[in-house]
């Protein structure tokens, strides 16, 4: 089995400019989010002010997934009732699927991903709501719950060809995924891909260090949500 060895994983991922920044209107409600003297107006005008992010906002707020019983028809309705942090979760998901979820074979992918990694996130979302007054550190679970497979997403897009032989070492001879990761990536994971791409979002640092160590968190050396 060879390893990818024309040029560097991670110089290939830094290369990667059609994701190398996030959608303004996501760099904004997360700035809003973050901002204590925010009103749940203040973060409707920014999703308001994305046609798309709002009509998915709103299709996503009215499904029977949530199943409430009446239909929310405007955004500040649907701010007031999820909350900024349902808010946050649903636009990182729409845009982060909107920037890989480009072909139907990316698109059918990342909705599995992205209902394992939604459901991380609201169980994030529950513990830190529960720690958040004992352990102020603890905010952003539900973002880092969210993303914590994101370099999953970038390997599944941008380095199909190896995903592939990953999948084989997975299959036919009893790796684990992380092990079939490093034999195939040069030594690299989509821990370290998530991370090198969320530093290139500027996320905050703790939410970067929790996708590089989501799999060794013990091998943390200054444990910063605990």
């Known amino acids: 089995m060879t390893q990818l060895a024309a040029l560097g994983v991670r110089e290939r991922v ?22 204590e003297g925010a009103t749940a107006l203040d973060l409707a005008e920014v999703v308001s002010s994305d046609q798309a992010l709002t009509l998915r906002i709103l299709g996503t707020v009215n499904s029977s997934y949530y199943g409430f019983h009446r239909q929310i028809r405007t955004v500040p309705d649907a701010v007031v009732i999820l909350g900024f942090d349902e808010v946050e979760r649903l636009a990182l998901a729409i845009s982060v699927i909107n920037m890989f979820g480009r072909d139907p074979v990316s698109a059918r992918a990342l909705k599995m991903l992205w209902r394992h990694s939604l459901a991380c996130s609201v169980v994030a979302g529950c513990i830190e709501s529960h720690l958040r007054a004992k352990k102020p550190q603890i905010a952003g679970a539900h973002v880092a719950g969210l ?10 897009q941008q380095f199909p060809d190896e995903m592939n032989r990953v999948l084989r070492l997975i299959e036919e001879d009893g790796y684990s995924h992380t092990d079939a990761e490093r034999e195939i990536l040069d030594g690299y994971t989509h821990c370290d891909i998530g991370a090198w791409l969320a530093g290139r979002w500027e996320l905050p640092p703790a939410i970067v260090e929790s996708i590089e160590m989501h799999h060794s968190p013990s091998a943390r050396p200054n444990p910063r949500l605990m």
């Open 147 to 156: 993303l914590h497979d994101i370099g999953k997403a970038v390997i599944a």
């Open 14 to 35: 830094w290369a990667l400019q059609e994701i190398s920044t996030l959608p303004s209107t996501l760099v904004r409600v997360l700035s809003i989010v973050q901002d």
